[in-house]
Every structure is written in structure tokens, then in C-alpha cells.
């Protein structure tokens, strides 16, 4: 099998993969495949309320906030989230900490305005260091709302504490959720796409305040709308029922692996020794303001375009797959998700120490 450092869709545990293979012909001994169960069937309806039970449990989310698994994936929240609270002569506010946050500033100009009140674009967005010294106090509905991305999957970076503001604040936080404690009490609304920590891609998780949804504009379609979405209990119209089911096993292995506390040791461990590596490997450079490092995405950067190519080159010779960065900034990125596993990391920093001994400068 490839060594897989793909940044979303990702690695999955060894565990989910297995029981979701077996759940294809017979699911959980019930003697139906999990591809033909109905959405309006009481083991559907269990899976749904174990998966939000859990989902509650792990995240410690506090019964002011309602929990919503939808389909699609960001992008589809970055119209979403515009499409019921932004009206159109107000304004949102964006943290942009990259090309995820100035796409969703993009498309709530869709519904209002958006300003960028933070941008990291001077330090090419490798450092966040003047956010955490910036306050977002802002008169009285001057703002609708204020979003912010919790790690950057591009650069590789990550909030390591979250804005201080007066307005309700959202978070993208598809590249980490799940992977470390978040008080969610602080925020009005969070999602994330599945594909990096939960399932595979096709659904995302919301996260909503009650007092924000009473905020909701009329005349939004129900399948768009989240009280509606809410009332039905996430299943409105046919949800991505294999998709639900692989994030329920998800998060029954989080369970055996200690959960939130436990795996954010495990995530900060593995980051470590890839980050220590490529700081003692002559052949490579680290972009990323070393307080701002992301522990679920590293990327890194080869000295010269020779060594980039031929580093690549040795890496799919040796079998590892997903280590290019993004086609919009190049160099490396190893993702380093929840699933990410010790062997893994120890193999690539493998190739790369041998690496150093037969590529020349
Ligand atoms: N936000 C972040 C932080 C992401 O990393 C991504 C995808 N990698 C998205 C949004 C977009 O997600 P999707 O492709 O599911 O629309």
C-alpha cells in the first residue's frame, strides 16, 4: 500500500476502512448493506443519533449549540453561512489567513458586503504573528458576523488561540476539527468538510448557537436552510448515508484512542519529529513562523528546484503519495491528520535522511 500524505481526502483508519468494507455486504450483522439501507429506517436513525451523541461527547459541545451533519463539503458552507445571515446591505467580516478564507470572503459577496479586516497576504501568510496581539472590538452591528479559518491547509499554519471579538464569530475548521480541544462556547457557528478528519469527502459538520440561528433571513430554501435542517434532524432530504456511517466509526475509533486530549498528544508528537527532521535536514527549509506551525499540515520547502524535482521523484519511487503542496504554492506538505500514523512519519523521515546521503546539492 502507497504511504499516504494527502492533504483531503486522507488517510482514514485501518480500522474504519476494514468495517466499512465489511458494512458494504452486511451491515453490522443486520443483514443489509449499508449502500441500500433506507434514510427513513430505524438503523439509519440509530447511526444518525450515535454519530451527533458522539459528536457532542468528544467535542464537548455545550447544549447552547446544536449539531448538524449536511452535505457537500466548505465551499458549500462558505454560501451557506452568507446565503442565511448576511443580508444584503450589511457586512462580514474576514480574518484572511489564506486562499481558504479569501474564498469565503468572495462568495459572501455574493449575499452583502465583506471587508478583510486581518490579512496575513505581507508575510506571504507564513505568519500569524500580528494576529495574536489584534482584538476585533468593533460599535454596535457594525459587523454581521466575523470568520476566521482554525488551520490552514495551503500554508500550513494554525490559530493556536482564537480572535477576541464582540461579534459572533464563525470558524472554518475543516483542516483540524476533531484534532484538539476548542471551547466551543466562544463561537456562533463552526463547520468543516469530512474529508480530512472525519470521512470520506461529501459531507460537512456545523456547529451552531441557538441564539444565531434566530438570526436566520426569510425565504430561504429548506434544503439550504439551518433551522429547517435542524428540525429535521439532519436527514431533511436523503443524507450521504455511507458517509455518515464511515464518520460514526471515525469517532468510535477516536474513542478507543483516548479522545480529543489524547490525540492532540498524539498529533503534536508525530509533528514534532517531522518538524524536527526537516530543521536538522540540510536539503530543506520550513516557510512557517515556528509558533504558527500546523500540527495537521507541514509544509516544507526543498533549497533548490533541483532538489524539489528529485526529492519527488525519490519519494514516488519509494512509494509515498501526497506530498506535493499545493498546486498554488508548490513545495512539500505532509498532512498529518488524526489517522496519520507513527510508522508513517517514521518512514518518510526514513527517506528523507537517506535522501540527504545521495541527492547532491
Ligand atoms: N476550508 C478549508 C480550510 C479547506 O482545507 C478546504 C479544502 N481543502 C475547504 C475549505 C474546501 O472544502 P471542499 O473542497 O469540501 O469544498
Not at 137 to 149: A, D
Not at 190 to 211: E, M, R, T, Y
Not at 316 to 345: C, D, K
Request: net charge neutral; hydrophobic share 40%; charged share 15%.
Amino acid at each position: 500500500m502507497k504511504i499516504n500524505f494527502n492533504a483531503g481526502p486522507s488517510i482514514l483508519p485501518q480500522a474504519v476502512k476494514k468495517q466499512l468494507a465489511e458494512s458494504i455486504i452486511n451491515l453490522e450483522g443486520k443483514g443489509i448493506s449499508l449502500l441500500e439501507l433506507s434514510h427513513r429506517s430505524t438503523l439509519f436513525y440509530n447511526i444518525r443519533d450515535e454519530l451527533i451523541e458522539k459528536t457532542r461527547v468528544l467535542l464537548n459541545i455545550p447544549s447552547t449549540h446544536e449539531v448538524l451533519y449536511l452535505q457537500g463539503g466548505g465551499r458549500l458552507q462558505f454560501a451557506q453561512i452568507p446565503m442565511n445571515f448576511l443580508n444584503k446591505n450589511n457586512t462580514a467580516a474576514f480574518i484572511n489567513t489564506g486562499y481558504w478564507a479569501n474564498k469565503a470572503c468572495q462568495y459572501a459577496r455574493n449575499y452583502g458586503n465583506a471587508e478583510i479586516v486581518f490579512s496575513a497576504e505581507k508575510f506571504q501568510y507564513h505568519s500569524l504573528e500580528e494576529l495574536s496581539t489584534c482584538s476585533f472590538l468593533y460599535p454596535q452591528n457594525k459587523f454581521t458576523y466575523l470568520q476566521c479559518t482554525s488551520n490552514n491547509t495551503i500554508y500550513g499554519t494554525q490559530l493556536h488561540t482564537f480572535p477576541r471579538t464582540n461579534v459572533p464569530l464563525i470558524c472554518d475548521m475543516s483542516s483540524d476539527i476533531f484534532s484538539r480541544p476548542i471551547s466551543f462556547s466562544d463561537f456562533s457557528l463552526c463547520f468543516a468538510c469530512a474529508q480530512k478528519n472525519i470521512a470520506p469527502a461529501g459531507l460537512s459538520l456545523v456547529i451552531i448557537h441557538n441564539d444565531f440561528l434566530k438570526n436566520i433571513k426569510t425565504n430561504i430554501p429548506p434544503v439550504f436552510n439551518y433551522q429547517h435542517l435542524i428540525q429535521n434532524q439532519s436527514a431533511y432530504n436523503t443524507p450521504p448515508i455511507f458517509n455518515m456511517y464511515a464518520a460514526l466509526l471515525t469517532l468510535r475509533w477516536l474513542e478507543t484512542q483516548g479522545g480529543i486530549a489524547n490525540i492532540e498528544k498524539k498529533n503534536t508528537a508525530r509533528a514534532q519529529l517531522l518538524y524536527n527532521e526537516i530543521e536538522r535536514n540540510s536539503l530543506f527549509t520550513l516557510p512557517v513562523r515556528k509558533e504558527d506551525r500546523s500540527n495537521m499540515n507541514i509544509c516544507f520547502n526543498a533549497i533548490s528546484e533541483n532538489i524539489q524535482s528529485a526529492f519527488l521523484d525519490y519519494c514516488t519511487q519509494q512509494n509515498i503519495v501526497g506530498l506535493e503542496g499545493h498546486s498554488t504554492i508548490g513545495g512539500f506538505r505532509a498532512s498529518n491528520y488524526n489517522a496519520q500514523t507513527n510508522e508513517n512519519i517514521y518512514y518518510l523521515i526514513g527517506v528523507m535522511q537517506q535522501a540527504e546521503k545521495i541527492i547532491s546539492f
